[in-house]
T-cell receptor
Framework: GENVEQHPSTLSVQEGDSAVIKCTYS??????FPWYKQELGKGPQLIID?????GEKKDQRIAVTLNKTAKHFSLHITETQPEDSAVYFC????????????FGKGTRLHILP | DAGITQSPRYKITETGRQVTLMCHQT?????MFWYRQDLGHGLRLIYY???????DKGEVPDGYVVSRSKTENFPLTLESATRSQTSVYFC?????????????FGEGSRLTVL
């Protein structure tokens, strides 16, 4: 089955700097890669996703890149703000986007004042 | 718009007891999922359901039972709770066929097994 590795487990960046979180996946059939943000005491929420036929996708300060050959994808947050402090999860799923979605172990992002 | 609700939000039980965590969604989403969240393990899929009366195992199904007699409800039962099942449990739903792939999560149920 699919296995998703996520690094780093904890990341601290100065406010205004960029943050990068990286994930790798094992199943070459996976073709959908979402990113979720979890704030304290809440359930995760989708913030951005990418499909296998796209190499990069941006939404304001957030971008995701995908390298299918290397089977890795990354989340980039620019101009970080205090409200970006949260746990971020990457995930992968197969040929049907309704397939079971497998998550990485999460990255706790701290934005330092 | 109530969305997806879980109950109870907090539960303390003892080893060997049966516990049921409830999940209810008001959207009529086809797919529903149960995940557990543990430090160092992230979110791990326990069971999922593609529609009423259809369920399938995820990554860590042992010790858990699910049912889906109605589209809107997806209860998770621990038949004989163990300490290793102490965790935060999240229910989620997804619209089939819309192509978004977006999971909508409940706020979680924190279970402590003594």
């Amino acid at each position: 089955g699919e296995n998703v590795e996520q690094h780093p487990s904890t990341l601290s960046v100065q406010e205004g700097d960029s943050a990068v979180i990286k994930c790798t996946y094992s199943d070459s059939a996976s073709n959908y890669f979402p990113w979720y943000k979890q704030e304290l005491g809440k359930g995760p929420q989708l913030i951005i996703d990418i499909r296998s036929n796209v190499g990069e996708k941006k939404d304001q300060r957030i971008a995701v890149t995908l390298n299918k050959t290397a089977k890795h994808f990354s989340l980039h947050i620019t101009e970080t703000q205090p409200e970006d402090s949260a746990v971020y999860f990457c995930a992968a799923s197969g040929k049907n986007r309704d397939d079971k979605i497998i998550f990485g172990k999460g990255t706790r992002l701290h934005i330092l004042p | 718009d109530a969305g997806i609700t879980q109950s109870p939000r907090y539960k303390i039980t003892e080893t060997g007891r049966q516990v049921t965590l409830m999940c209810h969604q008001t959207w009529s989403h086809s797919y529903m999922f149960w995940y557990r969240q543990d430090l160092g393990h992230g979110l791990r899929l326990i069971y999922y359901s593609a529609a009423a009366d259809i369920t399938d195992k995820g990554e860590v199904p042992d010790g858990y039972v699910v049912s889906r007699s109605k589209t809107e409800n997806f209860p998770l039962t621990l038949e004989s709770a163990t300490r290793s099942q102490t965790s935060v449990y999240f229910c989620a739903s997804l619209i089939a066929g819309r192509g978004t792939g977006e999971l909508f999560f409940g706020e979680g149920s924190r279970l402590t097994v003594l």
